[in-house]
């Protein structure tokens, strides 16, 4: 019954063994059976006692139509089929019991070495074999589910929705890391699972150990400290098992006697062991060296993912949430490849000369080359990569799949450049760090190529020839560089061929080097030191500290109010371009009067698709138009593309007027609510509906072009419920049921103003996502109410 479609696994079928017929209930069962030219004497004595070798090996019983695949697999010659239609061709060395008639169903037992006893009772004799028949039904059906069960086991599917976590367990190579996704359809509801497991086999008397074992079977393991866990049957030698661990992902030997048949209930839950690939560190993916730096630091540890491509084996980045800042392992491990001979270790109180400082950040830190082996085996590996490119068409090698901590070569004034990927801002547009200059920039996906697999362990070897440094012994009192300092800073010395520098100390925890930097000609004359001209001069004091209120915005206006300061300039000049070739700025570009169009706003009694961007409670809460959202996504990839390579340029701040904003790392379109102390402005965001704290710097004018849109953010309160105080319960409810998701919004009021960020909507949500149940979310806020109402 089972041997035709088993695929390997065979089940015993029953326990006790059948008392032998009487040649009275042979001679009847044989009427049953089609005749057949083949008599038991025609058969072999070898092919018999082959048969029974293989019966003697399943005490319980083995299924007929299961023999066929038993004996092919054990001597390697195709089983007679002929004999299923007439098992009694075996009488004369096997015992054949009938289970059923219709269909045929029968088990075969080897015969035992004497018969029982002919004095037991006739009644007594009649009641084992109907116990023994029933028996068997009993053992056939659960092996039937067993085989059903076996071949049924879900699919594991990979988190698709919300943040992901893995564990790794083990890696054979960074191609075939095996994982356990963490959360509750993964991890939590195996640890549910097995403690079910652990209940059902320690408690219930009935449980006992498997009586016939098969490799590829799936049973019940009682392993160490009391558990109980899924496994694969991997190999059987003598009283000791092979299993390999279903959802753990290791092997190891157990006793035969610690091995149970899995129940169904327990096989429902996709098998948690699951392999993933390491992005980035395909090529080197056998690399000892690599496999011991990704063995090190993730065995046993639970990070957060990014998927990049969902596939059998997915491929993924491994974040380190743990500490304060996110450690991508990806990147992190393949420093392992570094050739420690090409690596610059600065030393403390040693001078360096023809020192160039290649790029000077905004918080006044600055990256250094220092002349190296290093940096002279960069230069001859990206020649031929200049060379190679020559007769290749660069298409060829184009990112498709960008990921952060990802290298990847980058046309820069003419020559390539190493740069790895930092922050991916949408499909177009990311962030990326020269490696060998230190300087970051926002360029678009298609101007990155790949590294030719034949350069690639070459450019890989070579560790980044930009050394971050600061500039030693400026004023505790210094505080945050001021636009003046970095300004001065970046005139002095990206102009300047070359430096010469001391190492005052080395600050390892930060990889920050703290140094005097000199002019060529001032060399070592520490009073003629950029250290001490910096400290010197008169570039630290900030603008005076000013507080305007935020009041409720009122229309556009450009009058102060009251006394106080409402116009701010900042220090003019220019900034260095971290890229050539930056977006061209219309002439129209500084004009901060004109408006974008209004957004329609729907009539009382329609319906709009809708998001919800921001929800602070029910009676406010910012939805955005969906059918809008793709515009927008567009505008905002412009914006980083346009402000991030474009100059910085002397902006006149006014509060009630509109300009484009970096906050995070996006840039965004706000109006200015207010002009605080310390150089921050306060901002609302008109696309998206938030207020925000921004400092001075990262404001800058916002372009005809990015006017054209209408404002996005929608002010919106909830219909159908009173509007109250609300507390921070209902509040967080409300926020946790809408925030960041889709509704279809019935408008019941639309209050105008002049302003597009002052007009509100009164509306219900309704979230249409389940198949064939509307949930209407002021329902669910009023019994919510109720509900708190209960708990005071």
Known sequence: LLGDAMDGFIYPAKKIPPVPKSDTEQ???????????????????????????ILLKYSNGLWAHALPKVYQDAYQVKFPEDILNNLELLSDVCVVDYVSEVPRKAILYAKPQRCIDENLNVTEKVNRHDGVKATAEQQYEESKDQYLENITV???????????????????????????????????????????????????????????LSVGQLV?????????????????????????????????????????RLQKQFQSLPFQAAKCKLAGLEAFCDDPVLVKAV????????FAVEILEKSDTPLLVLYDTSGEDDININASCLKALYDKSLELHLQVDTLYTNVRVTSVSSDGSLYC???????SRLSEILQQLEDYFLYKQTSEFNVLVPFCGKICLFPSKGKWARVEIKIIHTRRALDVQFMDSGTVATVKVSELKEIPPQFLREVIAIPPQALKCCLADLPPNTGMWTPDAVLWLRDVVINCPEFSMKVIKQDASKGIAH??????????????????????????????????????????????MGDAVSVLQLPSGKLEKSLPDAGREPSSAVSNTDMPPPLPLPKPGDLMDIYVSVACHPGHFIVQPWNELNNLYALMEEMILYYSRAEEKPVTIEKNKLYAAKIGDEWYRVIIKGILRNGFLSVYELDYGKHEFVSIQKVQPLLD?????????????????????????????????????????????VNDSTNSWDRKIVTFLVDTSLPHIDTWIHDFVSQSLVEFSKGD
Request: glycine letters at 2%; a neutral charge.
């Open 27 to 53: 001679e009847k069962a044989s009427q049953n059976v089609t005749s057949s030219k083949t008599t038991p004497a025609s058969l072999s004595s070898d092919f018999k006692a082959k048969v029974v070798s």
């Open 295 to 302: 063995e090190s630091q993730t065995c046993y540890k639970i």
């Open 515 to 560: 140094i005097y930097l000199f002019a060529p000609e001032n060399f070592p004359d520490m009073d003629h030191s950029i250290n001490r001209q910096i400290k010197n001069a008169d570039l630290w004091k900030h603008q005076k500290d000013v507080f305007l209120s935020v009041t409720p915005s009122g229309p556009v206006s450009t009058k102060a």
């Open 220 to 260: 019940a393991v009682h392993a160490e400290e009391d558990a109980w866990l899924r496994a694969r049957i991997i190999s059987l030698e003598d009283n000791r098992v092979k299993v390999y661990y279903v959802d753990h992902g290791f092997t190891e030997y157990v006793e035969s006697t610690s091995v149970c």
């Open 705 to 749: 072009t990015f006017r054209r849109l209408p404002f996005q953010a929608i002010t919106a309160q909830l219909a159908g419920v009173k509007n109250q105080q609300w507390s921070e319960e209902a509040s967080i409810v409300f926020r946790n049921l809408v925030e960041k998701k889709p509704f279809v919004a019935q408008i019941q009021a």
């Open 369 to 375: 080359q220092v002349p190296s082996k290093g940096l």
């Open 154 to 212: 879900p699919s594991l599917i990979i988190p698709s929705e919300g943040s992901v976590s893995i564990m790794v367990l083990e890696l054979k190579n960074t191609n075939e890391v095996l994982i356990r996704y963490v959360g509750k359809d993964y991890s939590s509801a195996q640890e549910q699972m097995e403690d079910e497991m652990k209940a059902y086999y320690s408690q219930n008397s009935t449980v006992s150990p498997a009586q016939s």
